[in-house]
Every structure is written in C-alpha cells, then in structure tokens.
C-alpha cells in the first residue's frame, strides 16, 4: 500500500496547513492545538500531512517537477509560466513563483507544527525520535527551493500560528543552507534503512544521505559531497535498476534504484504526466537534446564514423530513445508519424506509463498516478562522479562511478587518461542524458554557471525552424524574483537585484 493512502486520514491535519498565505496555517474546525495533539495516530496524521505537501502545485504536484525540463536547453513549451521564465520576461507577479514559494511554505508550516507539538504526546521514544527525523528531512526538501531559486527567505523554524511572524525580513541564502544541513544531519541518525510495505514512500537514511549530497554538491562542497555519496555507495543498500526505459514503468515502482519519491494513487493523489508529455506535447525534447546523446561507441555525432544522417536515430545511444519519442519509432503500438508530436517534432517518452509495443488509450488529464522519482541512485553515482573530480581530480573511483551509469546501458567506457577539465565535461555530459526530462538540467546549468552561454538563442525544432527564443540575464536571472504577493503581505521582504521594488 502507498503511504498516500494514509493521506485520507488528514481531514484535520489539512487544517493545521492550508493556508491563503504562506504564514496561516490556523486550524479552522473543532480541533485546536489545544486538543488536537493527544495520540500518536494523530501524530501520524500530522506526519502524512507534512507529506502531503510534496504534492502541492508549486513543488512536485501536477506537472510541475517535468515542466522544470521546459526552463532548460533539453525541452520546450510553447506558452506559460516557463515560457516567460525561458523568454526572459518574467517579473515578481509571475505566477510560477507564487505558486513556488507558496508551496514551499506550507509544507514548511505543517512540519514545524508537528516538530512543536509531537512533545505534547505520551509514545515510544525511538518512534517519536524516528518522526521528528521524517519532519525535518522533509523541512529540508520545502526549504531546498527557497535557497536554491530564490536566494533566501525566512527562516521559520516554529509553529507558524505567531502572527509577528508575517512580518520577518529575508534570512540569508547561507543562513538558509546551515539550516538545510543542520536539519539532513538530524535526521539521518534517526532514519531506518527501509520500511515496511505498508509504509513506502517514506524517507529513510539513504534518502537524507541523498539529500544532503545534492545540497553540498549545489553549495559547490565538494570533499564533503564526495564524502557523503561514497557512504550512500559503501551502504549497498541500492542498485541501478537493469532496465533503464523500465525504471519509469509503473509496475517497477519503488524498485531498488530508487531512494525517494513522491507518492501518487489514482484516483486520490494524481497528476497530468501521461497526457501532457503525449497528446499535449507539452515538454517537447528539443534537437539540441537529441543531438547531444553519443553514438553507441560513445562518440558525438560530429566525430562519429558510424552515425548517419539519413537515419539520425540508428546506432545511439540507447537512452535516447527510451527518453524520446521519435519519427518513425514504435510508440503505443504504432509508428510515430510526421506532425504527431508538433512542438518541436519530438515527444517525452519518460514519466509516461506506455510502453513502445503495446497499444494504449489516452489516460484523461489529472488521472495518472506515477510517482515521481526525486532521489535514485543513478544521481548519487553522478554526483559522486562529480564531487571527487572536483575535489581530487580525475581518479579510479570517479571513473568507476561514472562507467556504472553507462554499464547500464552498455556504453563503452570513457577514456582512463583525461584530465580533470576532460573528465568535468564527461561527468556534466552523463547528467544531462541519464536525468533528461526528469526537471533537473536548468539547475545544473545555473550552478555550472553556464546558464548564460545555454539559455541564451533561437531554439530550433526538428527541421530546423526557429520557433522561439531564450534569453537568461546573468546578472538578474541566476535568481528568482520574490513573488510579488508576498512582498504584499509582508513588507519587511527585499526583492532580489533585477526585479524592482
């Protein structure tokens, strides 16, 4: 059973964190703080609650978490928030950041309402130690967007029912990075291996470990990225799923790759994948994505012997077409045909359920319920790759880390004999085709700091018409606006450089 089954019980904890501003999260029905925390099952409530809010809109409810591909060189979208975001025309009251920061904050609010009151309640202490633990991995997951987009925010760390809490000026990105790390190491000592099967979808050891190597490897922390990774590694506890295209398959879910992921069930806990990557092609893979993956001796098609133009397809990578769907490709049970996928003339076949022989009816929007992978081991070798060679320079253990990844898809391996430069651009070629539609390149090109050089130009589709054009600010874009609504409501708030008052 998923653990979003349990979020049925939360028709009072709802209360303690919905909110029509980032700070109300005040119980509206019988229940008050004053008799609301009195068992452990309702702790339990208040814990699915803070779950829950992984699903919010702005953080991975929705299509949110795919659509981050659309703010990227992989993938494009022809109108809407990540449009103006890719256009460079977005301001303060642009929507996406609202709905961003908002989500955030609730999901702040609900864990330090739990981490407040979970005292309140006569428990076993090592499960009480072990909720505490769940809250603020989970508190760490909310605060993650307002470090890494918005550049600080404030730091809320209790019950969120203080109304002199609406007016907190902005804390630092730095404060807000200590805070990240200081709640990861909390809760890893208290985080089980594994759980029960009543009880997937809940954040272990790992996921924290996970976790925190994301957030030190974004901080540019590298020994100590390197250092967490590696114990992620020795662990043994997870292992690359064999087939890479089955990694997404719903029947595969919560397989021995995955670390963490947010749980959806139809028909209580949904989402949009299935129709707007396919009918909607509203993340449509770009040719500059296409073009990128290597041919299957590992060369780029520039320096390939064996790539033909006249079939661009054949001899690839093989993650390219277990990513994208293609022209002339099987796909649901038959041949993809010219105009089917008219964005850019590709479709994303990741984080759809349908398979490439199998015939399929179109799932209506809001009724697909794969979860979404946030954490897999595939990253931690990537990152692990990462961090040591920018730590210590090319060496056995990052090449080993790195060739895991290929293994899987029985890419030869890269040249032993690179310099830390070589291997740097191997290690950021690798994310960009193990993770492709999976929402995180836009922000590894902004921490690589080559966002200006990529997000700036025509995009192009796949006959070579220009169909659009990026623009990416350096001095402006590497951050986000703060929402405008809540420079409103609290006007202690400083916007960030670029956007006005």
Known sequence: MKLLCKYLLLGNLLLFGSCSSFLDVEPTDRYTDDNYWETEERIVASLNGVYASLLHTGLYGGTTPLYFENLSPNTYRYQGDYNLVAQGQHNANTTLFYTVWQGAYQGIGRANNLLANIDKVDMDESRRKRYIAEAKFLRAVFYFPLWNLFGGAPLILEATNDATQSNLPRNTADEIYT??????????????????????????????KAFKTRVL??????????????????ANNYRLFPDYRGLFYLENEGNEEVIFDVQFKFPEFTHGFDINLDQYNNVG?????????????GKSIDQSTIYNPAKPYENRDPRLQATVIVKGSLFKGAVVTEGQYPRTGYGQKKYTVFKDDIPAATIPDGQSELNYILLRYADVLLMYAEAHNEAFGPDPSAYDALQQVRNRVGMPPVPTNLSQDELRKEIRHERRIELAGEGLYYYDVRRWGIAHDVLNGDIYNDKGQRIDTRRFDAQRDGLWPIPAIAIQENTALVQNPGYGN
Do not use: F, H, M
Not at 183 to 195: E, F, Q, V
């Open 179 to 208: 805070q990240l790390l200081q709640d990861l190491n909390d809760a890893i000592p208290d985080l089980p291996t594994s759980y029960g099967a009543n009880e997937k979808g809940r954040a272990t050891n790992g996921a924290a």
């Open 285 to 297: 893979p770009l040719p500059d994505l296409v073009n990128a993956y290597y041919d299957k001796e």
């Open 217 to 234: 490897l974004y901080a540019n922390r590298w020994q100590e990225a390197a250092e967490t990774a590696k114990e992620i590694i020795d």
